[in-house]
């Protein structure tokens, strides 16, 4: 039989690994930062026409061709080392990691040449092709030149190639490492063990001289402690129970409203539950993980744990920790004593029943995996592991069986104390057929994937639903107008008197907090469980957040994020200096508002483009590669976005040059009002009736406006007056004038005047115009000035003509009347024509005119 040591035992998940990498994955990516050499490119000078530059970009080609040269042997050396360790999966993961390292080294020294080649391609371009033949011979320092950059052009070339060349030999044993994991995992999966009466007797023999040998080392290992290290042994426990109890009232202080259900709550909401099912379940099993980490940190840091008992000391944290996280899971997802605060319909005994099973399948897995690690650390043969798993699958495939003979979904009256019915036909069959499948599988000799499929099961399981859960109470607090009846959410409206708007914006913004620490904590452990190391999931982190790729283009997710910081403050700091100038300088300085605002705006712009610019190169990306884009833009500017750009570089025009301000009385149009703000595509413009209208910029550049305010707020103001023709003119003048000056805010220079304009049909117009400091100041004035005016006008006895009109109304008649009315009156006409005093009927012009009816009595004169 083969024995390859831990083969089988490799199967099962590393619990210590599970419940350790929430701590050790932030210090280890920080290692790997910290251990991971970064890249650097080579450092090339320009080629000028002095010796010293050349040989200091000699020197780094030829550095850079030493460091091509030790990295083929660091990729020999690697090569080696895969083919001698091909069976060994934690060596192959470390050598993964130094594959990727190397990867990287020789990437950054390929790229380190690119601005030196730009450089020598720019030079070459300069200085052109050689003379042909027949033409004149060129300067001699031009032509030693142009020889020197194709030489290193040629040494550079060479030296990239080997680089390319051996990157791609990397990135090949990077794939053969992977291939041989994902081998090596399939064959310790299907790899079959004779199970046989001789087997178990051969496991019971080593189970009893393992038993020995553990209770030696454990009674050396004490022994040794108590007498030679009972002060750090002390010291690391009491360090540890300080550590867990600072966490755990931390934990309480911050989420208590989060880890206990309130039994004077007979209904809670389902995000009420939703929320105290993940939160109590992540951040107990999170505070016990610490404990068991610190615990192991300080016993190891102290030297108080041999290297026989390390191991397993790990493996009993691991199990601890697997069974209180299934523990706290079954109780917060079945709650057997609290039907109210359940999440699945189940009865009573149902939810008590179904946590029970669970948590024998953990207590069973949590053995396995304690005594496995004993094994493995007294070196035990292979077939007391192989029995010992075969006997955790046994139990696990009845424990499955056993449950899905149960009753535990809820009665159909909906009472939890009733008798519940039984599965679903189709759950019943999955428990039976999963169960059956591990006794088989066990059975005929698959002991490894039946205890893989075992742990995935219980482990996989509880982690994923978990996870489900919490993504579940993202997207109940993401809901419209649900995170403002939650007690946090009342609490930072209160804090912050955010409004309901605000307030469920916050609550979208914490739903997505909680999918991020879901997936955060799920993911990684999941993939934990299925054979990842933690190396892998350093270096997929790196990958991620250091290494995207998009076709040629390079993205850098920690680049990415550093650009929108750096973004974020440039912009806050522009905001700041626009309100420290405008407050501070253009205010005391008693600047025009429109000056300010031109000025604030233009600092606006060019603040948020110098942020932009140093985001986008903080972030990494090179718009070199983004020409094809710029150019299919450039040619949807000339088509579809003219109007845009059009607008956007008129109103850059009309805060350079200033035709109008903020604040000015302009009228464009049909428009006419007071300039409030100019931005980058349309201006506003508010009405006297507090419309507001936007003008696109280009229509203000293109068309004329008129600025009542341009150079300053002086204008004319005038105001009509009409008098009757029995009014004396002069008086009229110098009642106006007397009245006009008597007003201060009327400029006296120019002074007011009266304008005798013209004589009209019923009366005498005069126009009285003065000038004014500030328009604005204008209706105000008017006012007051025509009150004036009429009283004076009453008290001197002037009259204020009225038009006149007269109205004629028409009674109807009947027949006979009207038919003498109409002989009598053809009758009167003729006499009238006669005498020539014929009356001409009024035609009906546009004007004021006066109608008179002849008819004896068809109407009467009535004078409106």
Request: proline share 4%.
């Amino acid at each position: 039989m083969a024995n390859p040591s831990g083969d089988t035992l490799r199967l099962t998940p590393i619990l210590l690994r599970t419940f350790l990498f929430l701590s050790l994955a932030a210090a280890g990516g920080s290692l790997v930062y910290a251990q991971t050499p970064q890249p650097q490119p080579v450092q090339v000078q320009p080629q000028q026409q002095s010796a010293e530059p050349a040989a200091l970009a000699t020197t780094a080609v030829e550095q850079a061709a030493k460091d091509v040269e030790k990295a083929k042997i660091a990729l020999a050396s690697l090569q080696d080392g895969v083919k001698q360790n091909s069976e060994d999966d934690d060596a192959l993961v470390a050598l993964n990691g130094k594959v990727d390292q190397l990867g990287r080294t020789v990437t950054g020294i390929s790229s380190g040449f690119g601005p030196r080649l730009d450089q020598i391609k720019a030079r070459l371009a300069e200085l052109g092709d050689p003379p042909k033949e027949g033409q004149p011979a060129e300067a001699e320092i031009v032509a030693s030149e142009r020889n020197a950059l194709t030489a290193e052009r040629a040494q550079i070339n060479a030296v990239k190639g080997d680089a390319e060349s051996l990157s791609a030999a990397i990135g090949k044993l990077g794939n053969q490492i992977a291939e041989i994991r994902r081998q090596l995992f399939a064959a310790t999966l299907l790899r079959r063990t004779d199970i046989s009466g001789s087997v178990l007797s051969d496991a019971a023999t080593a189970f009893v001289q393992e038993a020995g040998a553990f209770w030696q080392a454990l009674a050396s290992w004490l022994g040794f402690v108590l007498k030679f290290k009972a002060l750090a042994f002390f010291a690391a426990i009491l360090m540890s129970l300080a550590t867990a109890l600072i966490l755990l009232s931390g934990s309480y202080r911050l989420f208590g409203h989060y880890l206990q259900r309130k039994e004077t709550v007979e209904q809670p909401s389902y995000i009420s539950r939703l929320s105290i099912a993940f939160w109590s379940t992540l951040i107990r099993t999170l505070s016990l993980a610490a404990l068991l980490v610190s615990s192991y940190f300080f016993l190891n840091s102290f030297n108080v744990l041999r290297p026989d008992i390390a191991p397993v000391v790990a493996a009993l944290f691991g199990a601890i920790g697997l069974v209180y996280f299934v523990r706290r899971f079954s109780n917060a997802v079945f709650a057997p004593k609290e039907p109210h605060w359940r999440l699945v319909k189940l009865s009573n005994r149902g939810a008590s029943s179904i946590g029970a099973c669970l948590l024998a399948m953990a207590i069973v897995h949590a053995l396995d995996f304690f005594f496995g690690s004993i094994g493995e650390a007294m070196g035990s043969p292979l077939v007391l592991t192989v029995v010992r798993s075969l006997i955790a699958a046994l139990i696990i495939g009845l424990i499955l069986i056993a449950a899905s003979f149960g009753r535990p979904m809820l009665a159909r009256d909906g009472d939890p104390d009733s008798p519940g019915r039984h599965w679903p036909r189709g759950m019943a069959i999955i428990l039976r057929v999963l169960g059956a499948g591990l006794i088989v599988s066990a059975l005929t000799g698959y002991v490894g994937l039946a205890r893989f499929v075992a742990s995935q099961l219980i482990v996989t399981g509880a982690i994923g639903v978990t996870t489900y859960i919490g993504l579940l109470s993202g997207k109940a607090i993401s809901r419209n107008e649900t995170f403002g009846d939650t007690a946090p959410g009342r609490f930072i409206a209160r804090r912050f008197k955010l409004g309901p708007v605000a307030i469920d914006q916050v609550g979208l913004l914490v739903g997505f907090c909680i999918y991020g620490v879901a997936l955060a904590v799920g993911i990684p452990l999941i993939l934990l469980l299925w054979g990842f190391h933690v190396q892998d999931l350093q270096l997929l982190a790196y990958r991620l957040f250091t290494e995207v790729r998009f076709g040629g283009i390079n993205i850098s997710l920690v680049g990415i994020f550093t650009g929108i910081l750096l973004f974020a403050g440039g912009y806050l700091l522009t905001r700041w200096i626009q309100r420290w100038l405008d407050s501070n300088i253009m205010a005391r300085s008693h600047v025009d508002l429109g000056v300010r605002n031109s000025v604030k705006t233009g600092i606006g712009y060019l603040g948020v483009g110098i942020a932009a610019l140093i985001g986008i190169s903080s972030a990494g990306i090179d718009l070199s590669n983004f020409a094809l884009v710029a150019s299919a833009l450039s040619v949807g500017i000339g088509f579809g976005l003219q109007n845009i750009v059009s607008n956007f570089v008129s109103g850059l025009i009309l805060l350079v040059e200033r035709p109008f301000k903020v604040g000015d009385h302009v009228v464009s149009g049909t428009a006419e009002g007071i300039v409030k703000r100019i931005s980058v595509r349309a201006t506003e413009i508010e009405t006297f009736r507090k419309q507001s209208i936007i003008v696109p910029n280009s229509e203000l550049i293109n068309a004329s406006v008129g600025n009542w305010t341009h150079r300053n707020k002086m204008g004319r103001s005038e105001i009509p007056v009409s008098v009757s023709y029995n009014a004396d003119p002069q008086k009229v003048m110098d009642i106006l004038l007397e009245l006009v000056n008597a007003v201060p805010l009327v400029l006296r220079n120019p002074e007011p005047h009266v304008e005798f304009v013209r004589f009209g049909p019923y009366s005498l117009d005069f126009e009285l115009r003065f000038m004014l400091g500030d328009m604005g100041d204008g209706m105000k004035i008017r006012n007051e000035l025509r009150i004036a005016i009429l009283k004076r006008f009453r008290a001197e006895g002037i009259e204020i003509p009225l038009p006149q009109s007269d109205v004629v109304f028409h009674r109807p008649l009947d027949p006979i009347t009207a038919a003498a009315a109409e002989t009598k009156a053809a009758a009167n006409a003729d006499d009238t024509a006669d005498a020539g005093e014929a009356d001409e009927p009024a035609e009906d012009d546009g004007r004021v005119r006066r109608l008179r009816s002849k008819a004896g009595d068809g109407g009467r004169d009535r004078q409106g």
